[in-house]
């Protein structure tokens, strides 16, 4: 709404300015061509010499009266254009900052959420330095990873993919997925088992905090709607230069329509609004892989499972 006003506002600005212009640039050709014509010299060469001044006269006045109509047609669509090129780059960063603050918002509530947990667990009642040195040592963990999820989103939002490929390092799919598994498995006494099916050496060029928040979060999302009893499997292959990681569940999956709807940012199925969440996991891990030039395709039926494949190329420098 904002981008829209101000495009209008540009626009005309942008078609006032020019009309005076050409205005003023039209009023001074006629003002030159009749002030500088030698009326005395046509009298001196008979009335017929004097008329057919006159004519061309009226027909400069009405060439430069339709040539501005014209114009009154054509700036206007041409300020619009030059007023949306004006204001792509500052759409643009804003749309960066604002993808910041919702996913920032939405990653930062789990760590943040550790160590209010283990500071009031810890201040419950008095405790053995062991168990002090265990609380800090967690929370310790949890504000390292907060701190490094901070950069890296600042660096996704604020930055060109040109520029985030400047800090990418080799990153070891592999390791991130068998983490990944190992963290949620340890996160939930029950609920659905986490297995992996990787141990490839396969490698990418990327970020690894970024990499292993979208596939942790791909796995977040299995786990939070399938049963006790399911298993999730995450696998992990290579074709060519494409690495490929699947995630699939045999939870309550989802209609075709919802599937189309899944990687918007604050979407939720209505029948799912009761469940914890944003609606920000999935788009966050569309942001991410679109970073790393790779992709992420979801495919569910409606109470058969959903397999979400995260594909990404092998390098990207």
Same mark, same amino acid.
């Given at each position: 709404?904002i ?14 300015i020019?009309? $005076? ?11 030159f ?18 008329? $057919? ?9 009405s ?8 114009l ?11 007023? #949306? ?19 920032? @918002?939405?990653?930062?509530r ?14 419950t #009642? ?18 390292? +990873?907060?701190? *490094? ?6 660096r996704?939002? *604020?930055t060109?993919?040109?520029d ?24 939930h006494?029950? +609920?659905?088992?986490?297995t ?32 006790k009893?399911?298993v999730i ?6 074709? $060519? ?9 045999q939870?309550? +999956?989802?209609t ?19 469940? @914890? ?16 030039? $790779? @992709?992420?395709?979801?495919? @569910?039926?409606?109470g ?14």
């Amino acid at each position: 709404m904002i981008f829209r006003q101000a495009t209008i506002r540009l626009t005309v600005a942008y078609t006032v300015i020019q009309l $005076g212009l050409f205005a003023v640039f039209a009023i001074g050709i006629y003002s030159f061509v009749t002030g500088t014509f030698d009326f005395d010299a046509a009298e001196s060469d008979g009335e017929g010499a004097a008329v $057919g001044a006159e004519q061309g006269f009226k027909l400069l006045r009405s060439a430069l009266i339709i040539f501005y109509a014209g114009l009154l047609v054509v700036i206007p669509l041409s300020s619009w254009l030059m007023a #949306r090129a004006a204001l792509k780059p500052i759409k643009a960063s804003f749309e960066r900052q604002q993808q910041f603050v919702d996913g920032a @918002s939405h990653e930062m509530r789990t760590p943040l959420s550790v160590i209010q947990a283990e500071l009031e667990l810890a201040l419950t #009642r008095s405790r053995s330095p062991v168990e002090y040195q265990a609380a800090i040592t967690t929370s310790l963990e949890a504000a390292t +990873g907060l701190t *490094r999820l901070t950069d890296d989103l600042l660096r996704l939002s *604020r930055t060109t993919r040109e520029d985030l490929a400047a800090t990418f390092s080799s990153v070891d799919i592999d390791a991130a997925v068998a983490h990944v598994v190992a963290t949620a498995n340890n996160g939930h006494n029950t +609920g659905p088992l986490v297995t992996a099916n990787a141990g490839q050496g396969l490698r990418i060029w990327g970020s690894e905090e970024l990499i292993s928040r979208a596939i942790g979060n791909v796995v977040d999302n299995a786990i939070k709607f399938s049963s006790k009893s399911d298993v999730i499997n995450v696998t992990t292959s290579r074709t $060519g230069t494409t690495v490929t990681i699947e995630v699939h569940d045999q939870g309550i +999956g989802m209609t075709p329509e919802q599937v189309s709807h899944a990687f918007e940012r604050f979407w939720r199925a209505d029948d799912v609004r009761s469940t @914890s969440g944003h609606g920000l996991g999935l788009a966050l891990v569309q942001q991410i892989l679109t970073a790393h030039g $790779g @992709s992420a395709v979801l495919d @569910s039926h409606y109470g058969a499972g959903t397999t979400v494949t995260l594909r990404l190329p092998t390098t990207s420098r």
